[in-house]
């Protein structure tokens, strides 16, 4: 499969894992009798053995497997494992816990800024290379981000968690060479004991259970949306440089406002600018895709 393939198909699986984490968005005003710990608790839980279950049927496990033998193979090879759990596990934690605390701009707004943070460490760590497109696209990006902050005014911890965290993240999978499914895997099941505290420290789901299965199923279903979701991004980042991974970030964000009109939500007139341009940025990017796969040689049958 050439380049150009490969980067078609890391943004399909890209948008497809941002569809599916806008629907988690929506799928947790469900559980607004749970705390948002618990829930997190839960969602990791029943995301790993949903997550395991995806990665045997697709072959993935010998990159569960190596990551396994490095850990006696090199020295310091569990402390970035270890590090890279937290990274991610705050990030999952952040995502619940924001919205129903009064966070929900703010961890917003660092999804906005996020990708321009991508965009700089992929362009000076791993040397990325922008294209016409993608630097039209980070343009629209940075106009929209800036009207945010003149909006805004002040950036919260939670906005700078995210806006700085992912980055870091993302960055240490690359270095670190487990930026695939079986990293996100060996990286959620490191925050497991985190996860049954967060569930026992909560109760609502167990106290439920001798007299109703609902909260159950409530949460093995938010488990399956996080599986997929996680599954899907996971599997686009090989196929992706830091940088175009990055400006594709911004299609979550996007969706996660249309979710929230749709919940009842309204945009100010004053953030009407940040949509309009990071839409452009969208349609740039969607607009490289299609003129990247118009220029690919055709099969001669």
Not at 112 to 124: E, L, N, Y
Not at 281 to 288: D, K, R
């Amino acid at each position: 499969m050439n380049k150009q393939t490969n980067t078609y198909l890391g943004v399909t699986f890209n948008v497809i894992g941002s569809a599916l984490f806008a629907a988690m968005f929506a799928y947790a005003s469900l559980l607004g009798e749970i705390g948002s710990q618990e829930v997190y608790g839960w969602r990791i839980l029943f995301t790993i053995p949903l997550l395991t279950i995806f990665i045997l049927s697709n072959g993935y496990w010998p990159q569960v497997q190596d990551i396994v033998s490095r850990l006696f193979r090199e020295r310091y090879f569990l402390l970035t494992r270890l590090l890279s759990s937290f990274l991610i596990g705050i990030q999952l934690w952040l995502f619940m816990w924001g919205p129903v605390n009064g966070y929900g701009l703010a961890v917003s707004l660092g999804y906005f800024i996020m990708p321009i943070t991508m965009v700089a460490v992929g362009w000076v760590a791993f040397k990325d290379k922008l294209s016409r497109f993608q630097k039209l696209a980070c343009l629209f990006a940075v106009v929209g981000v800036l009207n945010q902050l003149a909006i805004s005014q002040t950036l919260s911890w939670p906005t700078l968690v995210v806006c700085l965290g992912y980055p870091i993240y993302f960055w240490l999978r690359h270095k670190t060479g487990t930026n695939h499914i079986g990293g996100i895997w060996f990286d959620m099941l490191l925050s497991l004991p985190f996860s049954v505290y967060f569930i026992v420290n909560g109760g609502h789901v167990l106290y439920t259970l001798p007299t109703s299965y609902n909260a159950l199923w409530l949460v093995f279903g938010l488990g399956i949306i996080s599986a997929l979701a996680l599954a899907f991004q996971s599997l686009s980042a090989p196929h992706l440089n830091l940088s175009l991974f990055g400006l594709l970030v911004y299609v979550e964000p996007v969706m996660l406002v249309l979710v929230a009109i749709l919940l009842g939500e309204t945009i100010a007139p004053a953030e009407w600018p940040t949509y309009i341009a990071i839409w452009l940025a969208v349609i740039v990017l969607i607009a490289e895709g299609y003129v990247s796969l118009k220029r690919r040689p055709r099969t001669v049958k």
